[in-house]
C-alpha cells in the first residue's frame, strides 16, 4: 500500500463542480488501495478577497489578526470536499492545520514550518480513513494561527509527505506542468518533463508560482517524489527531482516577478562598514534583499542601490529612514515600477555567453536593463514595469525554448 499526497490549488476546488472534480481524483488514488492524505487551498479568489475585506476595516491590521482571517479560507475548502467524499460513501475526516499537527515559527503570514506532530493523520491513515488537511496554515507556540505565505499551501503539501514519508507528493493545479516559462504569457511555452530540484527552486524564487518556492527548498531536503499535473486533464505532469539530464539545454526556464521594488541610498561615505549597517538592519527584521548594486564612488562617497520584495518596501523604507544617522547617507529615493526578468539552467554554468544572449534579446525588444544579478544557474535583469511579458517573450523566443 502506497501513501499519496495530493495537492489541490484555489482553481482546482473554485466550485460545486471542481470540487467534485477533486473528489473523484481522491478516491479513485483510494479506490487502488492507496492511503491519501489532501492538501487544499482556499476557493478560487477567497484569499484575495478575504485580504480586500480586511482593507475595508483596516489597512493597518496586524500580522496575527490577518492569520486569523485569511486561515478560514482553507477551512472552507476542506470541509467542503469532506463533504463531497462523504456524498461519494467514503470514509473522511477534515483536519485544521492545528490539527494536524503544523507546528510553524512565530514570524506571522510568512512562517516557516518548524516540526510536524504526524500521529493524529497517522491515526486517522491507520482507520483507512482519507484525510483532508487545510493547506497554508499552522500553529505557532502560542497557539496562534499562523499561515506561510501566499502559495504556501504546496509547502503545506511537501512538508506532509516529508514527515509522513510518502511514496509520491502530487501538486494538482490549473496548468499541465511546469513550463519553460509561463504559458499564460507565451502560449508555445513548452511544457518540461522533467526539472531538478535547483533549477525549480530558482524559478519559483524568482517569480514562477507553480510553485511555492520553500516547498521545493523541503522536497530537495527531504529527498520527495515531487509531480506537478492539472486537475483538469490530468495529463502527466512535470517530475520534479533530483538531477537531470542536460542534454544541452541551456536555458531550462524564463520567468518575471512584478513583486519588486528598488531602493537607493546616494552620498554614502566610502568606508568599511556600510553595507553591513544597511543589510544586517533589514535582515533583522526578515527583510529579503535581492540584486545589490554598489557604485565605484567619487569624492569618498558611494551609492548603493538594491531591491527588496515590494510588499515589503514600506518597512524597509522606515528602517532606513529612522536609522539614517547610523547608516550615513545623503539621499534614498525608491521606486516600485520596476520587475525582475530571470533565466534559469543548471547548463548555464559552464557556457559563455548565456547572459550576453539574454542582453541581446532585450536589446532587439529596446528595453532597458537597470540592474544586473548572476548566479551558477541564473541571470536576473531589473527592468521598468510594464514591459516584463514582451522582455520574456523575447528571450524565450532569442533561446529557443518553444
Ligand atoms: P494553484 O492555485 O493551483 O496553487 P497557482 O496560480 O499558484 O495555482 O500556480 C499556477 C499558475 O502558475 C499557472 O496558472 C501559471 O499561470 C503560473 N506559472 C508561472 N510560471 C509558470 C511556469 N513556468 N510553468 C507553469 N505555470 C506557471
Ligand atoms: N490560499 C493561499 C493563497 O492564496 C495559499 C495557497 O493558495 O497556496 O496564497
Ligand atoms: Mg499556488
Redesign the pocket.
Known amino acids: 500500500m502506497s501513501l499519496i499526497v495530493q495537492k489541490?490549488?484555489?482553481?482546482?476546488v473554485a466550485n460545486a463542480e471542481r470540487v467534485f472534480n477533486v473528489a473523484d481524483i481522491v478516491t479513485s488514488t483510494y479506490k487502488e488501495g492507496n492511503n491519501v492524505i489532501v492538501v487544499v487551498?482556499a476557493q478560487g479568489d477567497t484569499t484575495d478577497d478575504l485580504i480586500e475585506k480586511a482593507k475595508e476595516i483596516n489597512p493597518h491590521a496586524s500580522k496575527r489578526e490577518m492569520d486569523m482571517l485569511l486561515a478560514t479560507g482553507e477551512q472552507i475548502s476542506i470541509s467542503l470536499l469532506a463533504m463531497a467524499i462523504e456524498k461519494l460513501g467514503y470514509p473522511v475526516v477534515s483536519l485544521t492545520g492545528w490539527q494536524a499537527g503544523m507546528v510553524t515559527d512565530s514570524n506571522y503570514s510568512n512562517s516557516r514550518i518548524r516540526k510536524i506532530n504526524t500521529e493524529r493523520v497517522m491515526l486517522e491513515l491507520d482507520k483507512r480513513n482519507i484525510v483532508i488537511v487545510a493547506g497554508f496554515q499552522g500553529i505557532n507556540r502560542y497557539d496562534d494561527i499562523t499561515t506561510l505565505g501566499r502559495?504556501g499551501?504546496?509547502t503545506s503539501a511537501v512538508a506532509l509527505a516529508a514527515a509522513c514519508h510518502a511514496d509520491l507528493c502530487e501538486?494538482?493545479?490549473?496548468?499541465d506542468?511546469?513550463?519553460?516559462?509561463?504559458?499564460?504569457i507565451v502560449p508555445d511555452?513548452k511544457k518540461l518533463d522533467e526539472i531538478s530540484y535547483d533549477e525549480m527552486l530558482e524559478?519559483a524564487s524568482l517569480?514562477?508560482?507553480?510553485l511555492h518556492n520553500r516547498s521545493v527548498e523541503m522536497a530537495k531536503k527531504y529527498n520527495v517524489n515531487l509531480c506537478v499535473r492539472s486537475s483538469l486533464t490530468r495529463a502527466k505532469g512535470t517530475v520534479v527531482k533530483e538531477a537531470v539530464k542536460v542534454e544541452g539545454m541551456l536555458v531550462r526556464?524564463v520567468?518575471k516577478d512584478n513583486d519588486v521594488a528598488r531602493i537607493s541610498l546616494c552620498g554614502i561615505e566610502d568606508t568599511p562598514g556600510k553595507a553591513f549597517r544597511i543589510f544586517s538592519l533589514l535582515a533583522k527584521k526578515n527583510i529579503n534583499v535581492d540584486i545589490i548594486l554598489q557604485s565605484i564612488g567619487r569624492d569618498n562617497k558611494k551609492d548603493i542601490s538594491f531591491t527588496v520584495a515590494e510588499s515589503h518596501i514600506d518597512e524597509a523604507l522606515k528602517i532606513i529612514e529612522e536609522n539614517k544617522e547610523i547608516i550615513g547617507y545623503e539621499t534614498m529615493s525608491y521606486t516600485t515600477k520596476v520587475s525582475k526578468v530571470s533565466i534559469v539552467g543548471a547548463g548555464m554554468v559552464t557556457n559563455a555567453g548565456v547572459a550576453a544572449r539574454m542582453f541581446e534579446a532585450l536589446y532587439e525588444a529596446q528595453i532597458n536593463i537597470h540592474m544586473i544579478a548572476t548566479s551558477e544557474i541564473k541571470v536576473s535583469v531589473l527592468i521598468d514595469e510594464g514591459y516584463e511579458a514582451k522582455a520574456v517573450k523575447a528571450i524565450h523566443d532569442k533561446f529557443e525554448l518553444a
Do not use: E, K, M
Not at 501538486?171 to 496548468?175: E, G, L, P, S
Open positions: 489541490f490549488g484555489g482553481s482546482s487551498s502559495g499551501s504546496d501538486i494538482y493545479t490549473d496548468v506542468g511546469v513550463y519553460t516559462t509561463d504559458p499564460r511555452a524559478l517569480g514562477a508560482n507553480v526556464g520567468t
